[in-house]
Nanobody
Framework: QFQLVESGGGYVQAGGSLRLSCRAQ????????IGWFRQVPGKEREGVSY????????YYSDSVKGRFTISTDNAKTTVYLQMNSLKPEDTGVYYC?????????????????WGLGTQVTVAA
């Protein structure tokens, strides 16, 4: 069974950094659209960052641009989200997701495989 396994969440102070990992098990991430989403209580799930493993294109939401970086390893087995200068409003459950596509997909309902999420808490 295909699955994505997230890790790297935790508690940090404002201004700190975390690196989230998303490892694919049972499949490779070649020619995929990869998304990092976060769920905040009282708000809709939002797309934070996207990566096309086929073209190398990336996308960042305005709220994280300049602070977060999405990347993948050369073997295309793991996707990372480096999060710097974290703010309390970054707190939430972060999910990685993947779907086969030659370009980036921007809607959460377009993603077929999802991880179970990892909690990120940023203290004020």
């Amino acid at each position: 069974q295909f699955q994505l396994v997230e890790s790297g969440g935790g508690y940090v102070q404002a201004g700190g950094s975390l690196r989230l990992s998303c490892r694919a098990q049972g499949f490779r991430l070649d020619f995929q659209s990869i998304g990092w989403f976060r769920q905040v209580p009282g708000k809709e799930r939002e797309g934070v960052s996207y990566l096309s493993t086929g073209s190398g294109s990336t996308y960042y939401s305005d709220s994280v641009k300049g602070r977060f970086t999405i990347s993948t390893d050369n073997a295309k087995t793991t996707v990372y989200l480096q999060m710097n200068s974290l703010k309390p409003e970054d707190t939430g459950v972060y999910y990685c997701a993947a779907t086969s596509s030659p370009w980036i997909r921007y809607r959460d309902d377009e993603y077929r495989i999802w991880g179970l999420g990892t909690q990120v808490t940023v203290a004020a």
